[in-house]
């Protein structure tokens, strides 16, 4: 990816109401004005409109770094009738307007995309503002604090293609909707970061093909699938889109943190549904193993393992292996017989829980993780800790680390699941492993190892017995 192609796309959510940042508008419409770029538009208030969207954004994309650019559409059909930008109340003519009458001023760069019929591929349009804006904007005062992400519903319901689902609101509605906007108010109160340069940051995100790092989307919303009993997760931050790289240089309030993360938490749930005694935690062979051929290893287990549970169907889920494996492994050829062998093994190895594969399960798990993240959220925020969740994972401060492991095993025992997962530690890169937060952490471990390793003597001690 080239410098050109590093960017994200244009967020029409941003929002502000300071009056330096009015300012900027309005100085901005009265340039437009004397150079006659706004012929043909008979309301201020609608070239305002877009001018904020489009400026706003392109401030927030700068201060994170002054190389991203900003995608854009050119294309009419972006903006016709129930399209998301015309729910927004953004309408192709002034949009274009506002875009180039910003490119005229010299306050932005400006490349318009084009489609290639022969290649079959192409390039959006994009824009980065230049020092020329940035100078206009911080001359009247505005700072980037003064920027704020309009997050709007924190509860959505989808349908199985995940089309967005109207539904009424009830007291289970409101109650969810409660939770994360008060948790949400309570992030705001918190400053997230990453510490390292913008050319540390650019590198890593265009080595793993990922967007630019948009620092105003802190707020979360929790999105179920076809009712409110499936999915639930929480999405939207930031941090859950950056790479596993740059998650380690995360910091709150300047200072550096950790990762823990439940291990194997929805394998785990099926079999805790069923109430079955997972086999490998007696040490008797490894839930994801593989065959042992070239280009086979856990990762590929695992992955057939979440596909074979999601699917609805077996044809299904080989057509997503498929798809996964020409993607993303390598050296390996999706052959039917390879794909099969992968499935039936699978399904051998968790002949226990064989009934959950094919059969779209897996909504019904992320709402169960979706519960656990929502008690460990819940608490750490009684406490005044704030916890970023990346599903089955939560970053926090180092010094929170021992609450937030007891915490996560606490979240399983109080919502009723009685197998309850290893919890795993991934550093943060600038941490300090020696520091009293981390020798506190490593004896809640030590102390959950041997309560693990006591309950399994106990076990085996009668199974010997019954033999």
């Known amino acids: 990816m080239d410098e050109r192609g590093y960017s994200r796309s244009l967020d029409v959510h941003k929002i502000s109401e300071y009056p330096e940042v009015q300012r900027v508008i309005s100085k901005i419409y009265e340039l437009l004005s004397e150079a006659d ?13 877009h001018l904020k969207v489009v400026v706003l954004d392109l401030f927030v994309g700068y201060m994170g770094d002054p190389l991203v650019f900003i995608g854009y559409s050119r294309n009419k059909n972006s903006y016709s009738k129930d399209s998301r930008l015309a729910k927004l109340f953004l309408n192709y003519r002034p949009m274009m307007q506002v875009i180039d009458g910003l490119e005229f001023l010299g306050f932005i760069e400006n490349h318009k995309g084009f489609y290639d019929q022969s290649r079959q591929s192409g390039l959006q349009s994009r824009m980065r503002a230049t020092p020329a804006l940035i100078n206009l904007i911080e001359t009247c005062g505005v700072t980037p604090f003064m920027v704020s992400y309009d997050i709007g519903e924190v509860v959505l319901l ?8 109207s539904f009424p609101e009830t007291e289970e509605t409101r109650a969810i909707s409660d939770q994360v906007r008060s948790y ?13 340069d913008a050319d540390e940051i650019r590198q890593g995100l265009i080595k793993t093909g990922k967007p630019a790092v948009d620092y105003t989307r802190t707020q979360l919303y929790r999105a ?5 009993s499936s999915g639930g997760r929480y999405y939207r931050g930031w941090w859950q889109e950056v790479p596993s790289g740059l998650r380690k240089y995360i910091t709150i309030d300047g200072e550096n943190c950790s990762e823990l993360d439940y291990s194997g938490q929805s394998l785990g749930l099926l079999y805790a549904f069923k109430d079955h005694e997972r086999a490998w935690l007696k040490g008797d062979g490894d839930p994801y193993a593989s065959n042992g051929e070239p280009g086979i290893d856990r990762d590929l287990m695992k992955k057939v393992f979440i596909v074979c549970v999601n699917a609805a169907s077996r044809r299904e889920a080989f057509g997503a292996i498929r798809k996964h494996i020409d993607k993303k492994v390598e050296n390996l050829q999706s052959k039917p017989e390879l794909i099969n062998s992968l499935i039936n093994q699978t399904v051998r190895n968790h002949a226990n ?7 779209s399960a897996w909504a019904g798990l992320q709402y169960q993780d979706s519960e656990i993240a929502k008690y460990v959220l819940e608490h750490m925020q009684a406490h005044g800790y704030p916890a970023l969740p990346i599903h089955d994972s939560f ?29 795993t530690l991934d550093s943060g890169a600038n941490s300090d492993p020696n520091s009293p937060p981390f020798k506190a952490l490593e004896k809640l471990m030590d102390q959950e190892q041997q309560m693990k390793d006591k309950e399994l003597q106990s076990v085996k001690a009668l199974e010997d017995y019954v033999d």
Do not use: C, W
């Open 353 to 359: 829980i064989a009934e959950y594969f094919f059969s």
């Open 158 to 165: 989808r349908d199985a293609d995940g089309k967005d689902l």
């Open 37 to 49: 770029l706004l012929k043909r538009v008979s309301k201020e208030s609608k070239i305002k409109k």
């Open 395 to 423: 970053v926090v401060q180092d010094q929170r680390l021992p609450q937030l492991f007891s915490l996560m095993k606490e979240a399983y025992r109080m919502l009723g699941v009685t197998s309850v997962p290893d919890i």
């Open 184 to 196: 949400n108010q309570f992030l705001s109160e918190h400053r997230i970061s990453l510490a390292l």
């Open 224 to 228: 179920f699938k076809v009712d409110f």
